[in-house]
């Protein structure tokens, strides 16, 4: 039995037992890591000096698979090729068209009027998936997306998340500082490098200014790069990189200052997160909040959980329901159906490992 088959063992075992874990592959990494809790307690992060794998909501108390009540398991994986399909039923779009173009036609309204700059709205998709193995979705993850911060995380207290995403919020180590500013779409095109328009240069750049102002008060030194394109599945998104020098002391406020950033709520912050809570008329989750390393070997290391999908198990029900969560940056120039299709292409992503 090699590294991988006793690791993945373990964790389907732990599960069995209700027991938490996390399950994850680094960006560009060859080692897929795991820490199984030792009990079936809750545990929040209070301060941010604790030691762990962290999972934040969008909104709410984050919660913790802490070092110390936690076995540690690492093994080493090649490119695996899962291929295997899955039989899926969609749901009807129909009802769910209509909605969120009319909730991106009032965002639109409320940034025309002043309430705002930018609003980051979402929805979510249920579908029905027959013979559903997480350990395999999340191969396939690891598989298709070798950039991507790949992972599943589960408490019974919680319920299973998976994802792919590459949005660092926090990478802190040795009083060095990175995060980064992503913002626009594409569908990737044919051997096209893609032409960015006003509108999605407007919305990278609203979100590199924000994090670029906030950050002056915890940090020093900041630089930041120009804007490039980065490929995220088969869509393209603008990307900043941005570097700082911080003390550990301001970890905290850092990452209560960057989360949720522009890329996932919009700017100003209070403002688009009240119409976010007042109007997209359903609760996001863990959906758009962050996870990764706490203070683990003088390292954190936190990711945007964009790309993701919840986990509903039923015993009653032989098929497995699945829920997929997307969005997109509204601006004053954004048009409902474009927003409406941006979310129908960032949810193949996740589809593409189901």
Not at 179 to 195: D, F, N, R, Y
Not at 218 to 241: C, F, M, V
């Amino acid at each position: 039995m090699n590294q991988l088959t006793s690791l993945l063992d373990q964790l389907k075992k732990q599960q069995e037992q209700s027991l938490p874990f996390v399950v994850y592959r680094k960006p560009q990494s060859q080692k897929i890591q795991a820490f199984l809790q030792q009990d079936d307690v809750l545990y929040t992060v209070d301060d941010y000096s604790e030691s762990g794998f962290v999972l934040a909501p969008f909104s709410g108390i984050p919660v913790l698979i802490p070092a110390e009540r936690a076995t540690w398991v690492g093994a080493d994986y090649s490119v695996l090729n899962y291929s295997k399909t899955t039989e899926i039923d969609s749901f009807a779009h129909d009802k769910a068209q209509v909605f969120h173009e009319q909730l991106v036609q009032k965002g639109i309204e409320a940034i025309r009027s002043g309430q705002f700059e930018k609003v980051v709205l979402s929805r979510s998709e249920s579908l029905e998936i027959k013979h559903f193995d997480w350990a395999e979705v999340f191969l396939r993850m690891v598989d298709l997306y070798p950039t991507a911060f790949a992972y599943c995380f589960y408490h019974p207290k919680v319920g299973m998340w998976l994802g792919a995403f590459a949005e660092q919020l926090v990478h802190f180590s040795d009083g060095q500082l990175t995060t980064m500013s992503v913002a626009g779409t594409q569908l990737m095109q044919a051997q096209q490098l893609p032409i960015w328009g006003e509108k999605e240069k407007q919305e990278q750049q609203f979100v590199t200014d924000f994090i670029l102002d906030g950050l002056k008060k915890y940090t020093s030194e900041i630089e930041n790069s120009a804007p490039y394109s980065i490929q995220a599945g088969k869509l393209w998104h603008l990307r900043s990189d941005i570097r700082a020098k911080t003390e550990q002391n301001q970890l905290k406020n850092i990452i209560a200052f960057l989360h949720p950033t522009p890329a996932v709520c919009g700017f100003p912050k209070a403002e688009a997160r009240s119409f976010i809570l007042q109007n997209e008329g359903y609760d996001r989750a863990y959906y758009s909040g962050f996870l990764g390393e706490l203070n683990l070997n003088q390292l954190t290391d936190l990711f945007v959980n964009l790309r993701c999908l919840q986990v509903v198990a039923s015993p009653l029900n032989p098929s497995t329901k699945i829920i997929l969560y997307v969005g997109g940056g509204i601006t004053r120039d954004s048009h409902p159906e474009q927003e409406w299709l941006e979310t129908v292409h960032k949810a193949q992503t996740m589809k593409m490992v189901l």
